[in-house]
């Protein structure tokens, strides 16, 4: 199972940007999916998440201004971020908890991260 995130990129304060994390390989069944990022200097901390049937769940400090969303026909998330601020800057990775053959237990995969940066 692969993850590619796309979609990142420089942007201004005020800006909007909307990721991508698309989902290729041996993939049974998709169940949560989440982005989350990694500022330099610091840990990594999770910014969203979205059940298989759409329940949706994000940190604080991005509430009302992402959105989270997904495509399962497409085995495909989206994170659109609006509003930016400088402190988004981050590298922004997806994850899956994906069963790759029924029975077999599913496991959590990220993708490689890609690049935000919010400055004028």
């Known amino acids: 199972v692969q993850l590619q995130a796309s979609g990142g990129g420089l942007v201004q304060p005020g800006g909007s940007l909307r990721l991508s994390c698309a989902a290729s390989?041996?993939?049974?069944?998709?169940?949560?999916m989440a982005w989350y990022r990694q500022a330099p200097g610091k840990q990594r901390e999770l910014v969203a998440t979205?059940?298989?049937?759409?329940?949706?769940n994000y940190a604080d400090s991005v509430k009302g201004r992402f959105t989270i969303s997904r495509d399962n026909a497409k085995k495909t998330a989206y994170l659109q971020m609006n509003s930016l601020k400088p402190e988004d800057t981050a590298i922004y990775y997806c994850?899956?908890?994906?069963?790759?053959?029924?029975?077999?237990?599913?496991?959590?995969?990220w993708g490689q991260g890609t690049l935000v940066t919010v400055s004028s």
């Open positions: 979205i059940t298989s049937g759409g329940g949706t």
């Open positions: 994850n899956a908890e994906v069963r790759e053959r029924i029975y077999v237990r599913p496991r959590d995969y």
């Open positions: 390989g041996s993939i049974f069944t998709i169940y949560t």
